[in-house]
């Protein structure tokens, strides 16, 4: 009888270690989801963070993030990129989209604020933006208008101040707001225009200046799927998180304002 019991004992547990290596098997020979996500520049430090807490979640979710700055990710979208879900850091470069009939929905996730920053161990003292026409500032960073949301802020702000003209001679101009953020760390730019986000995230420059809303269109991040998407299920289910509490935190902790 004993004999007999170990015989079944045995079987047991052979059928639960059969089980679990064809349950691995099967996890390991099933391929996951990849999620292509195009995203401004801006939003990297916090969208890493989600990604692991939503693959931690989601474990056949593969989130793949293609980050550049607004427009030169519209443009790859409109030529035929393929995305699952576009974040942008302007209304205009999403707009575009919906009016090309490329975004099934789309919302505003967050809001954001522009700052003048110069170098952490920059002897400038500057309060106000006209004081970037003096002789001792020689170079002033700014995003590419016409391309980065940031770079067309900035330079509403400028001609709204009158100074737009006379400093064109000494700005240099960055394909994102994080190359803007690396001039002014390394010294190869005075002065720059980025996000307060951007700012917080580096101990090597100092926000000046917090420039006046009032002064350049509204910054918004609003957070679109793609039409064109071939994991529409998916894709939209990560749209939803990113306007969830969980991902709410994470952006509040890297100095985004909420929708």
């Known amino acids: 009888m004993l004999k007999r019991n170990g015989v079944l004992t045995l079987a047991a547990v052979l059928t639960v270690v059969s ?53 030169t990710l519209q443009k790859q979208i409109e030529q035929g990129a393929p995305v699952d879900l576009f974040f942008s850091a302007g209304r205009k470069q999403m707009d575009a989209l919906v009016k090309g009939n490329l975004v099934k929905q789309s919302t505003n996730i967050l809001n954001n604020e522009l700052v003048m920053i110069i170098p952490s161990d920059s002897k400038h003292t500057l309060t106000t933006v006209k004081q970037l026409t003096n002789k001792d500032i020689e170079k002033v960073a700014i995003g590419q208008p016409e391309s980065v949301p940031a770079g067309q802020y900035a ?43 951007d700012a917080l995230a580096s101990k090597k420059v100092k926000m000046a200046i917090h420039i006046l809303s009032s002064v350049h269109a509204p910054i918004s991040y609003p957070a679109g799927v793609l039409k064109e998407s071939k994991h529409m299920t998916e894709a939209t289910t990560f749209y939803n998180y990113l306007q969830s509490n969980e991902a709410d935190a994470v952006f509040k902790k890297y100095g985004f304002k909420l929708r």
């Open 155 to 197: 330079k509403e702000a400028l001609t709204v101040r009158k100074v737009w003209d006379p400093l064109k001679d000494k700005l240099i101009y960055a394909k994102d707001v994080r190359q803007v953020l690396t001039y002014v760390e390394t010294g190869n730019a005075d002065a720059g225009f980025v996000y307060k986000t």
């Open 19 to 71: 089980l679990y290596v064809s349950t691995q098997l099967a996890q390991s020979t099933h391929p996951k989801t990849e999620l292509i996500v195009s995203a401004a520049a801006s939003l990297k430090g916090s969208l890493d963070q989600i990604e692991k807490l939503y693959e931690k979640k989601h474990k056949d979710i593969n989130l793949t993030f293609n980050y550049g700055s607004s427009g």
